[in-house]
Every structure is written in structure tokens, then in C-alpha cells.
């Protein structure tokens, strides 16, 4: 929108302990375009002598993780320097790229509350889980019960053990939601199957704005504004931005660049419209997300 920024601020740190014992330490602002990729800040960083084949050589950090290359910049961040080396530098931008292309399995991050139950009724499973994102293992408890034990995800498979029981499903939209979950006991009898699993995000997610829409980002799905829950809940699935309320209908708005109240357009007080902005928490602030 006409308010924002074309630019953004951001902070590069590196600390390299040395054989000596010492610790080195630097830091660097840099001012680049808004909606950046990680790749071009690296190149920036390089500048005037530095090629693309150096800025693989290095990767930018939040959280103790790598950021992908084809990730964007849209607000003042801090990232840490880690250098990697020409070979496994290479290893690690070539996955990026065939992530991004869709040609390799994404990196997901499950961590945080989720709601495991079945379609015919009954009180759901209620676990809190702690997972850094792209790791193959993650820990938590099911509330009321016990600790999960042996968190593992193999591809889009998905396999735990709490108590007595084995639980194993399948991860889905990009790591939102589970399906066929199987629960057996510990002796190999099922329990339970055809579970299904959904992330349960903190209504602080959710702001309402009177008043505002989103303009130039087109509506990918429309619903009925009776129960707004039910919009809600698809929203987070699907990984949208949010929905605008007019005349009874919610028209949902993809995902895309993250999005905050400056970039809604107001309509004027007369407006009726309602904006509905969901608000993920940041898997690269501590990797639980």
C-alpha cells in the first residue's frame, strides 16, 4: 500500500569461536528491497567482488536453522552467519532450489498444539509438540496423559508413541493436518484408525478489522459468513493470509507474503466490509511454531 516501506533493514551477526579460545564477533546492517530473497541479500553481502558461487558458501540463520535462499524479507530481521564451505554449501542450495520447484519434499514445521480425533465423535487427543523445523524427530506430551516418546517423520509419514500406544498417519498441506492416523497398543492391537489431526492455533492469530480489505490478491476460495469458526479453521489448513465478510459471504485470500494491518486498504467508514487477518507465529522465531 501507499504507506509501506520499499525498504527493509536487516542485521547480519557472525561469532566464530577460535582455536585460541577467543571469540570473534561482528555484525552488519544492510538496507535492501522489501520482499528480498536470502539469496540476493547473501549476493548484496558479497558486493562489489563476490560471485553467486561464494554466496553458497555461507547461510543465513534464525532460530539455529538455515533459511532457505528462495525466502523473503518483508520486515527488520536479525540473521546469524554460519559459513559452510564450496561442498556442502552447494548441497544445501541445490535442495532449497528443488524445494522452491517443488521437486523435493518440503521442509515442514509441526510444532504447537494439535487436535487428534475421529470423525464419529468423542474427546480428541490434545498434544503440544515441540519440533525444529525440517528436523526428522520432535517431542511433546498429549495433555492429560503422557509424553510423546519417539517422534520421527519419514517423508509425509508421521509416527509417534505416547503411553502405552503407537500412533502413525499421514502429514498433509504442508504439515497441517494428519491423516488415516492408527493408534495400536504397544502389543501390536488396534486401537483406533482412520484418525484425522488438525493444528490448533491461538485465537491471537486472528485480528478483525472493520471496515478493511485486501485489494490485489485474488479470492481462491468463497464460504458462507454464518460460521465464521469453520472459515476460520479452513484459512489454517490451508495456509490462506485471511477473509473479508461482505453481504454474508467470506471471500478467502491466498497465502503469500506475510501480512499485517498496513497492508489492508480502507474502504471508508460506510464500508460494511470486515477484514479477518490470520497471523501465524513465525517458525524461525523458536522453532516450535
Same mark, same amino acid.
Given at each position: ?90 548441497? +544445501? ?121 485486501? +485489494? ?16 476460520? +479453521? ?56
Amino acid at each position: 500500500t501507499a504507506g509501506s516501506s520499499a525498504m527493509v533493514d536487516v542485521l547480519v551477526q557472525f561469532r566464530h569461536l577460535c582455536a585460541d579460545a577467543t571469540q570473534r564477533e561482528w555484525a552488519h546492517e544492510f538496507n535492501i528491497n522489501r520482499g528480498c530473497t536470502i539469496r540476493r541479500l547473501k549476493q548484496v553481502m558479497l558486493l562489489p567482488r563476490g560471485t553467486a558461487e561464494d554466496a553458497r558458501k555461507f547461510e543465513l540463520r534464525r532460530g539455529g536453522r538455515r533459511v532457505p535462499d528462495h525466502e523473503q524479507v518483508w520486515k527488520p530481521t536479525t540473521f546469524d552467519f554460519e559459513y559452510l564451505g564450496e561442498e556442502e554449501g552447494a548441497r +544445501r542450495a541445490a535442495l532449497d532450489d528443488a524445494r522452491a520447484a517443488g521437486t523435493a519434499e518440503e521442509e515442514v514445521a509441526i510444532g504447537g498444539k494439535w487436535a487428534v480425533f475421529s470423525r464419529q465423535g468423542g474427546t480428541p487427543g490434545i498434544y503440544n509438540l515441540r519440533h525444529q523445523p525440517g528436523s526428522s524427530t520432535f517431542t511433546g506430551e498429549q495433555e492429560g496423559y503422557a509424553k510423546v516418546e519417539n517422534g520421527k517423520l519419514e517423508g509425509k509419514t508421521i509416527s509417534w508413541r505416547v503411553g502405552d500406544f503407537f500412533c502413525q498417519g499421514q502429514l498433509g498441506d504442508r504439515g497441517r493436518s494428519m491423516a488415516e492416523v492408527r493408534v495400536t497398543t504397544t502389543k501390536g492391537a488396534v486401537f483406533a484408525e482412520g484418525l484425522e489431526g488438525i493444528r490448533l492455533f491461538d485465537p491471537h492469530c486472528w485480528t478483525t478489522h472493520p471496515h478493511y480489505d485486501l +485489494r490485489g490478491r485474488g479470492d481462491v476460495e468463497q464460504m458462507d459468513a454464518k460460521d465464521l469458526d469453520a472459515v476460520k +479453521r479452513r484459512v489454517e489448513k490451508m495456509g490462506y493470509a485471511g477473509f473479508s465478510v461482505w453481504q454474508g459471504q467470506a471471500y478467502i485470500k491466498g497465502g503469500g507474503k506475510p501480512l499485517g494491518p498496513e497492508d489492508l486498504d480502507y474502504g471508508g467508514d460506510e464500508n460494511p466490509v470486515v477484514f479477518h487477518l490470520f497471523t501465524p507465529p513465525d517458525p524461525y522465531d523458536d522453532g516450535e511454531a
